[in-house]
């Protein structure tokens, strides 16, 4: 079993002994996150769904993140993933989110935001938004795996440290 194989089956145990369901808010690893959590059986019991918002324009459309955010911070920040985080749980009947919104590679990146920047938010309805800056190494499938390993285990601490 892998590394991300126990974490979805933790995240499972918890978020059903919870009676939490999660959503997920993907750009940068495209879904990845949600098909992990999707693999394992059951998940229907406890994940609500999953936005890949890979453009601008996608997120404000499914996410409501506003569009100044982008002029003003750029997708891949602080304030996009807050506000994905919420929309994720806004507009689904999850009561508890992730998002994700970063600079895979190989291109793309910039002195401000290299290649492996990636932000995280996590979203527990009624509490604050925790978010984290990474900056991963390695080539694009590298970035976007590392992304989805610390995008379960925010989830995992979220629903360690909160309860409904």
Same mark, same amino acid.
């Given at each position: 079993?892998?590394?991300?194989?126990? %974490?979805?089956?933790?995240?499972?145990?918890?978020?059903?002994?919870? @009676?939490?369901?999660?959503?997920?808010?993907?750009?940068?690893?495209?879904?990845?996150?949600?098909?992990?959590?999707?693999?394992?059986?059951?998940?229907? &019991?406890? $994940?609500?769904?999953?936005?890949?918002?890979?453009?601008?324009?996608?997120?404000?459309?499914?996410? &409501?993140?506003?569009?100044?955010? $982008?002029?003003?911070?750029?997708?891949?920040?602080?304030?996009?993933?807050?506000?994905?985080?919420?929309?994720?749980?806004?507009?689904?009947?999850?009561?508890?989110? #992730?998002?994700?919104? &970063?600079?895979?590679?190989?291109?793309?990146?910039?002195? @401000?935001?290299? *290649?492996?920047?990636?932000?995280?938010?996590?979203?527990? /309805?009624?509490?604050?938004? /925790?978010?984290?800056?990474?900056?991963?190494?390695?080539?694009?499938?590298?970035?976007?795996?590392?992304? #989805?390993? /610390?995008? %379960?285990?925010? %989830?995992?601490? @979220?629903?360690?440290?909160?309860? *409904?």
């Amino acid at each position: 079993m892998t590394e991300i194989n126990q %974490l979805v089956e933790t995240l499972a145990q918890l978020a059903l002994n919870r @009676q939490v369901r999660i959503a997920t808010a993907e750009s940068c690893t495209g879904g990845w996150v949600a098909q992990e959590i999707t693999a394992l059986a059951g998940s229907s &019991g406890w $994940f609500e769904c999953g936005f890949v918002t890979y453009s601008n324009e996608a997120k404000t459309r499914m996410l &409501g993140v506003p569009e100044e955010l $982008f002029i003003s911070e750029g997708a891949v920040s602080e304030s996009v993933v807050m506000a994905m985080a919420e929309g994720a749980v806004h507009n689904s009947r999850a009561v508890l989110s #992730v998002s994700i919104s &970063g600079v895979a590679g190989p291109g793309g990146g910039t002195q @401000q935001k290299p *290649v492996g920047t990636v932000w995280m938010a996590w979203y527990f /309805e009624g509490s604050e938004v /925790e978010t984290r800056c990474f900056h991963f190494t390695g080539d694009r499938y590298s970035v976007r795996l590392s992304a #989805v390993r /610390e995008a %379960l285990k925010g %989830l995992i601490k @979220q629903l360690n440290k909160n309860t *409904v």
